[in-house]
């Protein structure tokens, strides 16, 4: 899941910490700002009011909205860093291809400005970050920039101000940009198979097939079927199906569609049939997930 955070203003930092446990915990949180959490070392687990469950281990950071309630749970020792922040307008959920769809248009606008030789040094309003992110080789970078935060959260002095609100905001578009190179990460996939996925994804509203996309793209089947099986680990059917049971979360989610307009909007040949796969994937009905998103939205 992503979050949309408003940047303009840039965020403000009420509170940073610096917190080592051992023999694990438990302990509950509800905060009136929101909560952004980066695990230096071990492993813990959320339980959100809702229901929703999320571990996160070393190298990872996580972001809650204000208001939220959970419990954290640790059963090893644990060290990490949280930083507490309000921004001016509240996190906000968005859907993958919301995210997808923003990043191309700020792509399309970067591109036309330098076609047009424009400079611009404007910002924009909202960035995109993951709820749970894995640094990988930039946890080390973010640690950093996290400890800076502490270090001019402590200092009185509006350099110390300043300070602290530059090294946060490079801290969110660090996470900012780590997300987004998660979301379109495709660096060790052959260029075929991109472009059969790529197909997919902008064509799983219509009927697609093996035999169908061998004739499109010019490949055996046999060809096809061995990039999925060996870059994907799955079926053409079943990566179809994948992708329609993705996009169904967001219909079901930010949409007020039934379930028979989900199913038909996405091309499945009935409702059963949707409702079907969708609890064999997410093992619960399509009906329940959409009453819990609309419970969950209040």
Known sequence: MFFRLCISPLPTVTRVGHIKYRHGWTESYCHDDNDLIFVVSGEFSYDFADGTKVSVRSGCSHIIPEGTRYTIRAEGDCDFYFVHFTSVKPLSACSEQTVSDELQKMKLSQTKSQNEDKYTD????????????????????????ISRCEEFRLG?????????????FNLLLT????????????????????????????????????????????FSKQYIMRLFHDHLGTTVTHYVNCVKLRKSQDLLRFTGLSIAEVAYSLGFSSSYYFCRLFKAAYTVPPTEYQ??????RG
């Open 122 to 145: 404007e910002l924009p309003v909202d960035i995109f970050i993951n709820d749970v992110v894995f640094l990988g080789d930039r946890a080390e970078s973010l640690r950093y920039r």
């Open 156 to 168: 009185s002095s509006p350099l110390d101000r300043l300070r602290l609100q530059n090294s946060f």
């Open 175 to 218: 996470l900012s940009s780590v997300s987004s190179e998660a979301l379109t990460d495709s660096r060790h996939q052959p260029a075929a198979l991109l472009k059969i996925t790529g197909f997919i994804e902008d064509n799983y509203t219509m009927p697609i097939t093996l035999s169908g996309l061998s004739e499109e793209f010019g």
């Open 291 to 296: 009453k819990s998103c609309r419970k969950n």
